[in-house]
């Protein structure tokens, strides 16, 4: 078991634990101090047959009343709507201001826990307890809620801290395939912004890695949460560093809205980096030899670099109409030859097409 | 003009000024850096009549580009869907994260539009322009934020503070007798809650207040606004001591909700603390006298006492499913013989029923 701390302005305010199996949630539970609480435990279709069982029997012993609250696995459910039937089901069970909620799931049902959670009686307690590898090493630190309205992602949101991050490394054993690759995508990315050790780590561990060899993931989703946890503890509400994080979100966040969600979020964000890598490449800040082995590890994981089927016209409307503007201009993490990451807003609409044009012209590679 | 200044842990947050007119709004615009930012005036279709142009020409001058959404008065428009209608609004007008919102108008404008900028891309700033006297007074101030979700007050929400509460006595002039009586309420219960002295020169000053002379009202504001101040101040998230500004509120929101707002907010606080006062004389704490003068200054006032056509269990059923519970407690906000309010976790169902019967029987008295 690993365990971390998560500060603001020197405050602590919630643990990362990072455990093989569930043995040490009860523990981690009885920190909160809801043994006269409510909690309700949030969670998708698909995670309740494998998790939910298990993980209410082990809250049921550290609360007043355990209750759960099931709504249909896939981002088609990450919706106000869902989220009011949510309302409705707590306020129908008398849920007060102490009680808590736990988010049992990936990153839909923990963005859309965290959201009724910061805004059910003006915000109330909430823990996430991630179970696919994108939501351990990303979306469940840091505190980013929200749900898509209509057609755009994540417009609607708040920043609501969790109390606890509970991440078990059983729970990635029975992820598909594709899942699983998923989170690397996300992973490669802290490589690539923050750490090049890290990155030169993750290809040589490769084999293990793919393998899930369970002492070689929970080495890297530690590592990986450390960068996670750096940034946003440096940048709580995204006013300046964090934006690093969104290597390969610019473009990747548009490839993933014109699929139409087919594709996984970080088999997007591997798009997008290959797409930003070339963009530093263009702009003389990687070489080519750089750009290269960038894209050879992530296809060596076994993610895409390209997509099949979209215009570079369309990926450059939809980066743009993207939230991560600032007076109409695209914020664009580009790479530089130390291997960090940086902030660019000089970026021209001519640049952005050539760069998306790279992603979509060898669609055989994807 | 007065002006006076929020700070939460001793770090100044946003000013509260204090105007006869307009007039100073364009420099109090001028320290929100908002020259190359768009501006969204949110209002409703009464207060659009009186006072939008105005706003909106001085606004313009000090922004990029100002817009307005307008929303049908009422407190039936307190819903998601108008937040849904205005998400949308700026959606389709690109409205970035550094980009503001104004709420002009009165409590219900302030909670919605507040709400919005809570939850739009996580979180936009927003100002008060509060044109009643309860938004002046009350609800422009502390950051609460948020709107009626189906058949539930204000269950839905979020703390977020505004960056500026800009009051206009002017405004008050336009309200009429019922809605400015009604923000009196309040103001009689800051003066029973935390300053004796400020409940006697309400008194004394009856009849300024109630003709509306400028000077009388913008000094009763003022000394309303600093106690509002003081305790949201000391506890911005309602962990404490702010639960004391809901003196009244626990049975007058239960009033409010079964009169199907046919009264207003602060007519229901009125009768309310009637119902408190009377339980702090049962409970020994205020003499008869007391109690006596707090119902005669009330009345005194234009206020009620009392309502016609409510069952008191119906009062009691409805306060007890309240968000102001604590383990399915009501936390009732009592007068002690100091003049202070103090909070009562101990008050059984049949002292409620009895106070809510108080408040009934005598129905010629409203």
């Known amino acids: 078991m690993q365990k971390m701390m998560i500060h603001y302005n020197d405050v602590p305010i919630y643990p990362i634990v990072l455990s093989e199996n569930f043995d040490a949630l009860g523990e981690a539970l009885d920190d909160l101090m ?17 998790y939910l069982e298990q993980v209410e029997h082990i809250v049921k012993e550290h609360c007043a009343a355990a209750s759960h609250f099931i709504f249909p696995a896939g981002e088609e459910s990450k919706t106000l709507t869902t989220v009011e039937n949510l309302y409705e089901f707590l306020i129908q069970n008398k849920f007060e201001r ?9 990153g839909v049902v923990g963005d859309l826990t965290g959201f009724t959670a910061a805004t059910y009686l003006r915000g109330i307690r909430f823990i996430q307890i991630p179970t696919s590898l994108l939501a351990q090493v990303d979306s469940s630190i840091g505190g980013k809620t929200g749900v898509d309205f209509r057609a755009y992602k994540n417009m609607v949101g708040a920043f609501h801290q ?10 990635l054993k029975t992820l598909t395939s594709q899942q699983y690759i998923s989170g690397l995508g996300e992973i490669i990315k802290h ?46 509400e995204e006013a ?15 490839v993933e809205k014109l699929m139409n969600f087919t594709m996984l979020h970080g088999e997007c964000v591997a798009v997008g980096m290959h797409a930003a890598a070339w963009l ?13 082995d960038i894209t050879d590890t ?7 670099v390209s997509v099949k089927g979209l215009e570079p016209e369309q990926i450059v409307a ?33 640049q952005l097409l050539a760069a998306a044009s790279v992603i979509v012209r060898n669609g055989e590679q994807s």
């Open 34 to 50: 809801i043994k006269d609480r409510k909690v309700c435990i949030v969670t998708d279709s698909h995670v309740a047959d494998f």
């Open 191 to 236: 490589g690539l912004i923050k750490d090049a050790a890290y990155y030169e780590w993750l290809k040589a561990h490769k084999e293990a890695i793919l393998a899930r060899d369970t002492q070689t993931v929970i080495d890297m989703i530690a590592v990986s949460c450390h960068i996670k946890k750096e940034v946003v503890e440096n940048d709580p």
């Open 240 to 254: 300046g560093e964090r934006a690093l994080l969104n290597f390969g979100h610019t473009l990747g966040h548009a």
């Open 162 to 171: 969790p109390k606890l991050v509970y991440s078990c490394a059983e729970t």
């Open 98 to 106: 102490k009680d808590m909620l736990v988010a049992l799931g990936g």
């Open 298 to 304: 992530i296809v060596s994981f076994g993610l895409p």
């Open 318 to 350: 939809v980066s743009k109409s993207d939230k991560k503007m600032d007076k109409g201009r695209v914020k664009f993490i580009l790479l530089d030859p130390e291997g960090h990451a940086v902030i660019d807003r000089s970026i021209r609409d001519e």
């Open 280 to 292: 530093s490449m263009e702009k003389g800040m990687l070489t080519e030899a750089a750009y290269k």
